[in-house]
């Protein structure tokens, strides 16, 4: 490894970072036409060759190496110290004042390889200084990367492990959206009273294999794959064969209705049937049911529920069918079966749903670049505002995950910005900071419209120019605190859960923590500022108005999640969950 203790700054620019990750300084980007972009080496700042400069607001001495992943068009100066030239590309060579030695992707040559990327060592076995700054300039076309230097001379070892690292570096990105289809476990062999398991994965013969080991094999009659890992049945004649499962006591799947009435499984012909009659899951031979973690029968159509359904004494399953009542057939997707020889508890049947939860989409902006230049940013998509992405020179002093470095949205011109977002239950937590006393700022986590309040079927967070916090649906208030609940210029974290069944809310502190609501509520938490970064606050609505939690079924699906703001708005962070976790 390269000499960490020797390094007195390095500039990570294919992170999109203008931060020096030794002194953590925040360098100042004057961009001209330039900015970041993405390049096969990561992020890369792309200089103009006129006006772009990074001034990285940091003194060095006795700096004897720097490395650059650099690509250059033409001959060009590049580092600068208050207008002095300290290193640059001349006659197609790199020079500089004290320069002793250079190789270029690990060559002894002080050649430049125009229009390629390169990594270039430059050795002062002297050492030069930059009195005033590092300022990074160059006066032609040029994208760098990286830049790193040191306060002593690299071994031929550190060069190589440099080399492998520039020849190793690649576009950097976060995956933002939940990867599909979810891997599933193809070998539950070992699990004790595992009677039959089925992963919804069929292998190209129709046939789909039991996980559990115990050979009963599954044959699908025109039930389709999604791609997803969950199978497809159509209501009409699609079905499922499982054969002569024995005894069982508990049945456990992940389902999403068509309608509210429908035939699930049956486990002989025309007898222990499970289906959804008019919203209520019905077990005549089993004693109980849980949907997702809730003990209650109530199930909704259009929507993922994780079941679990418990019997205290033998079910025998002789010739059990998914998707079949006798002669009438079940429309749904269906992504996970299990059969077990023993009765579930309240607690596994709480642990089956959370299995489930996954981040539907996570955006901590980590590579996104930070050059202050208004423009669209991946993933997001043009509203009517316009917006840059900033990184912070000091962290948060309540909120942990702003640390130095952190990038976040910001509003440069009031308006909207949106990420696709299908999320209608579940989580969704963010940073939001509202960045003057006359701003209203709005975050529509359910929208069907990237447009302004009211425009679309929605529900949003408001921190209003009175500074109350409230929850709006399509603009009617649902909920809102007394003014002054928040303070401008802070950084806050809010996370909004929306139950898709009956269910209890594990962030309200204390009882009311066990206490039960009903499908469709939202509750609203927060962090930051004087509520501190421990645990998540339930947001108090008193001396404002409603209550909080607060249930409400108006709009049920999403097309948007979708940020209104006003200049000097911010948000960051942005994580989405799928379901609302469950006690255990």
């Given at each position: ?186 070998d539950l062999s070992k699990e004790t009273g595992l009677v039959a398991s089925y ?160 981040v539907y989409f996570r955006d901590n902006m980590v590579y996104d670049g930070a ?214």
């Amino acid at each position: 490894m390269w000499k960490e203790m020797n390094k007195v700054f390095e500039w990570n620019g294919n992170k999109g970072s203008l931060l020096d990750q030794v002194s953590k300084t925040k360098g100042t980007l004057t961009a001209g036409t330039g900015e970041f972009k993405q390049t096969e080496k990561g992020q890369a700042m792309q200089f103009d060759g006129a006006a772009t400069d990074i001034d990285s607001g940091v003194t060095l001495t006795g700096v004897k190496t720097i490395i650059m992943f650099i690509k250059p068009t033409d001959n060009t100066k590049i580092l600068l110290d208050d207008g002095s030239d300290k290193l640059e590309i001349t006659g197609g060579s790199y020079s500089g004042t004290g320069l002793t030695e250079n190789y270029v992707n690990n060559l002894d040559s002080d050649v430049a390889v125009l229009n390629e990327w390169q990594m270039s060592e430059s050795q002062f076995s002297g050492g030069i200084d930059f009195s005033t700054d590092l300022e990074v300039t160059p006066t032609t076309k040029t994208y760098i990367a990286r830049i790193i230097c040191f306060d002593a001379l690299l071994t031929t070892q550190e060069r190589n492990d440099l080399m492998e690292e520039f020849q190793h570096s690649f576009n950097l990105y976060e995956t933002k959206y939940a990867p599909s289809p979810v891997l599933k476990q193809t070998d539950l062999s070992k699990e004790t009273g595992l009677v039959a398991s089925y992963n919804m994965i069929p292998s190209g013969d129709g046939v789909l294999t039991d996980t559990s080991g115990n050979g009963y094999t599954g044959t699908i009659s025109g039930a389709l794959s999604d791609g997803k890992g969950s199978l497809v049945f159509d209501g009409v004649d699609d079905k499922e064969v499982l054969g002569n499962l024995g005894n069982v006591k508990s049945v456990s799947f992940r389902i999403k209705l068509a309608t509210t009435t429908e035939q699930i499984l049956e486990g002989a012909a025309n007898d222990k049937l499970i289906l959804a009659s008019a919203g209520t899951l019905t077990y005549a031979e089993f004693d109980n049911a849980y949907i997702n973690g809730s003990d209650n029968d109530t199930i909704s159509a259009g929507l993922w529920h994780n079941v679990v359904i418990t019997s205290s004494t033998d079910v025998d399953m002789s010739a059990c069918t998914l998707a079949l009542n006798d002669t009438s057939y079940g429309a749904f997707d269906i992504a996970d079966l299990n059969f077990y020889n023993y009765e579930l508890t309240p607690t596994q049947a709480k642990a089956y749903h959370n299995s489930f939860q996954e981040v539907y989409f996570r955006d901590n902006m980590v590579y996104d670049g930070a050059d202050g230049v208004v423009g669209t940013k991946d993933p997001f998509i043009t509203g009517t505002g316009d917006f840059k992405t900033e990184e912070l020179a000091t962290a948060d002093s309540v909120l942990t995950d702003l640390k130095v470095g952190a990038k976040y949205l910001e509003c440069d011109s009031a308006g909207t910005t949106a990420v696709q977002s299908t999320q209608a239950y579940g989580e969704w937590e963010f940073n939001v900071y509202k960045g003057d006393t006359t701003n209203t700022t709005d975050i529509i986590f359910i929208d069907s419209l990237v447009g302004v309040i009211g425009s679309g079927n929605n529900y949003n967070i408001r921190i209003h120019s009175d500074e109350w916090l409230g929850l709006n649906r399509g603009g009617a208030t649902k909920f809102a605190t007394a003014a002054s609940y928040t303070s401008n210029n802070t950084w806050y974290r809010l996370k909004v859960a929306r139950l898709s069944s009956e269910g209890v809310f594990t962030d309200i502190s204390g009882a009311g923590g066990s206490v039960v609501y009903p499908a469709n509520t939202f509750a609203v938490f927060i962090k930051g500022g004087d509520f501190g970064d421990t645990n998540w606050t339930l947001v108090d609505p008193s001396g404002g108005s409603g209550s909080n939690p607060v249930a409400d079924s108006t709009y049920t699906t999403s097309e948007y999640f979708v940020a209104d703001l006003d200049d000097g708005d911010r948000i960051a962070n942005i994580k989405m969950k799928n379901l609302v976790t469950q006690w255990i």
